[in-house]
């Protein structure tokens, strides 16, 4: 069974640092893509970036080049979403989602981590 | 980047109905157009790919259908449980984008 399970909720302060994770299980981690997608407070689905885990190739969003990291550690089939600095406008909820390529539907997702960022 | 645009934002149906939601594209995207549905608190689910690949597991009832710049998702019977939000998304190029959304309610 395919499984993308994610970290769970964060409560931080603006400029701490972040890791997130989602561990993935059930299939060849090497053969598909992992996306990171966000949703804001009430809001819509925003694609952040994605990395292919056979190469550690990442392609971001122009949104959030710069302000996010996506890597991946292939011996425990697990990829990470960090931020070195947070602001209040990082609150939401972090989906990580599996592709088979950077063509394909997001076929298998995770259950979401929701990141608060407040003072 | 490729602008999505879902019509209508919300929309008001009964149980029974048959709805059509659109999906537009700023450019050509070829049939790189996959559907999802949300449900409140949960993660995305996968319903269509490709424009019109239904994907397993999910109900006859539901179909997509389009190529190019326009595109559209049908429920030809609505359940109780198809009361929920629903997104476009197109992967033909990168920054994947996502239409704003279209949230299904009880009329």
């Known amino acids: 069974e395919v499984q993308l399970v994610q970290s769970g909720a964060e409560v931080k302060k603006p400029g701490e640092s972040l890791r997130i994770s989602c561990k993935t299980s059930?299939?060849?981690?090497?053969?598909?893509?992992i996306n990171w997608v966000r949703q804001m407070p009430g809001k819509g689905l925003e694609w952040m970036g994605t990395i292919d885990p056979s190469d550690s190739y990442t392609n971001y969003s122009p949104s959030f080049r710069g302000h996010v990291t996506i890597s991946t550690d292939k011996s425990i089939s697990t990829a990470y979403l960090q931020w070195s600095s947070l602001k209040a406008s990082d609150t939401a909820v972090y989906y990580c989602a599996r592709a088979h390529t950077s063509s394909d539907a997001f076929d298998f997702w995770g259950q979401g981590t929701m990141v608060t960022v407040s003072s | 980047d490729i602008q999505m645009t879902q019509s209508p934002s919300s929309l008001s149906a009964s149980v029974g109905d048959r709805v059509t939601f659109t999906c537009r594209a700023s450019?050509?995207?070829?049939?790189?157009l996959n559907w999802y549905q949300q449900k409140p608190g949960k993660a995305p689910q996968l319903l269509i790919s490709a424009a019109s690949r239904l994907q397993s597991g999910v109900p006859s009832r539901f179909s997509g259908s389009g190529s190019g710049t326009d595109f559209t998702l049908t429920i030809s019977s609505l359940q109780p449980e198809d009361f929920v939000s629903y997104y476009c998304?197109?992967?033909?190029?990168?920054?994947?984008?996502f239409g704003q959304g279209t949230k299904l309610e009880i009329k």
């Open positions: 998304q197109q992967t033909y190029s990168t920054p994947n984008t």
């Open positions: 059930g299939y060849s981690f090497t053969n598909y893509w």
């Open positions: 450019q050509s995207i070829n049939i790189y």
